[in-house]
């Protein structure tokens, strides 16, 4: 237990001589996100993800089996939509790959004024989601997060990828000392969890209670939060900066 709150305590806050910098609570930011805008789209947008690309796949196959309540059209776009993010996140990764700060901070700005816009168009429209603006936000969030995966994954911190948990989950397990491993990272992997389930949870409260529009600002504001700090703490000669070799 010493262990696990002793990890969970250095991703939270991490210490001067961290490889990975602020880049670790920065993240985990990020995973919150996530779980407010699968919320969003999962309960608002006609059970569809555009985060969870497996979910989405099975959903898909699910669809074309002619199960209820899915849509063909709704998960493709949001395949497309996620893709078309991740080949931008990789060019932006290779472009700014000397500066892991510099690459955070510019694709949750990126990022930002995609949800902006999603934001924007939800408060117009007073919440009614009709097909021209379900569409409309499948892309504008499937954009965003086919760039946050992408760039996470270049930014190459330890169980932080933002989206997908269930490496993690297997790691938790499989690595824990009841399986004879090391349990290496025990408190960051559950802070990865909780930090997603807490963003499922608030974003489904506010869309079930009829606030897309509000679940949707709350994402925002996480991103703004995220991208301010990221900028403020991306010194040029920052030690943390440097892509891992």
Do not use: C, E, K
Request: proline share 5%.
């Amino acid at each position: 237990m010493r262990a696990l709150l002793t990890d969970a305590a250095r991703t939270l806050m991490p210490p001067r001589a961290d490889r990975h910098g602020p880049l670790p609570p920065l993240m985990l930011m990020l995973t919150v996100v996530t779980g407010v805008i699968d919320a969003v789209t999962y309960l608002g947008l006609g059970h569809v993800f555009v985060a969870n690309m497996t979910g989405n796949v099975v959903f898909l196959g699910f669809a074309l089996a002619g199960a209820q309540g899915l849509s063909v059209l709704a998960s493709l776009v949001s395949l497309a939509a996620f893709l078309a993010g991740a080949l931008a996140g990789g060019r932006l990764g290779i472009r700014l790959a000397a500066h892991r700060g510099r690459l955070l901070a510019v694709s949750t700005g990126t990022q930002t004024a995609l949800v902006a816009a999603a934001t924007i168009t939800a408060i117009v429209t007073d919440n009614r989601v009709t097909t021209a603006v379900q569409y409309t936000l499948i892309v504008l969030l499937g954009l965003g997060m086919g760039l946050q995966n992408a760039v996470a994954r270049r930014l190459g911190v330890p169980d932080m990828t933002t989206t997908v948990l269930t490496l993690t989950l297997t790691g938790l397990a499989a690595d824990s000392t009841l399986a004879g491993g090391t349990a290496p990272r025990p408190g960051r992997r559950i802070l990865a969890v909780l930090a997603m389930f807490l963003g499922a949870l608030v974003g489904a409260q506010l869309v079930l209670h009829g606030q897309l529009a509000a679940a949707l600002g709350l994402a925002l504001l996480l991103l703004l939060v995220t991208t301010v700090t990221t900028y403020r703490l991306a010194a040029p000669n920052a030690p943390w900066a440097p892509p891992l070799t």
